[in-house]
């Protein structure tokens, strides 16, 4: 299993960003695949999740309505769109996947290298 993020960078407060997680090495159109980020001396967090074979998404309360993911099943990729960023979205950002299960069964165990996202006020 193979996970690159891309997309991170540096944007002011209130502006938009979009994450790229290209996947290889599984059966990606029966999976969940999970966006996690981790500030500076905080734990992870779960971002959000989208299970492949229909599109069901789940997102934590923070980013409801700000963030949004999807998957391009033909490239195997799956994205998340933020936007309206805040400081307090400054993180490292990680897509996991776990294969042949949903959101709400999968036990992530394969992970990417990280996309750094740093939001100025």
């Known amino acids: 299993v193979q996970l690159v993020e891309s997309g991170g960078g540096l944007v002011q407060a209130g502006g938009s960003l979009r994450l790229s997680c290209a996947a290889s090495g599984f059966t990606f159109d029966d999976s969940a695949v999970g966006w996690f980020r981790q500030a500076p001396e905080k734990e992870r967090e779960g971002v959000s999740c989208i299970s492949t074979s229909d599109g069901s998404t789940y997102y934590t309360d923070s980013v409801k309505g700000r963030f949004t993911t999807f998957s391009d099943n033909a490239k195997n990729t799956v994205y998340l769109q933020m936007n309206s960023l805040k400081p307090e979205d400054t993180a490292v950002y990680y897509c996991?996947?776990?294969?042949?299960?949903?959101?709400?069964?999968?036990?992530?165990?394969?992970w990417g290298q990280g996309a750094q996202v740093t939001v100025s006020s």
């Open positions: 996991a996947a776990y294969e042949a299960a949903g959101c709400l069964e999968a036990d992530f165990g394969s």
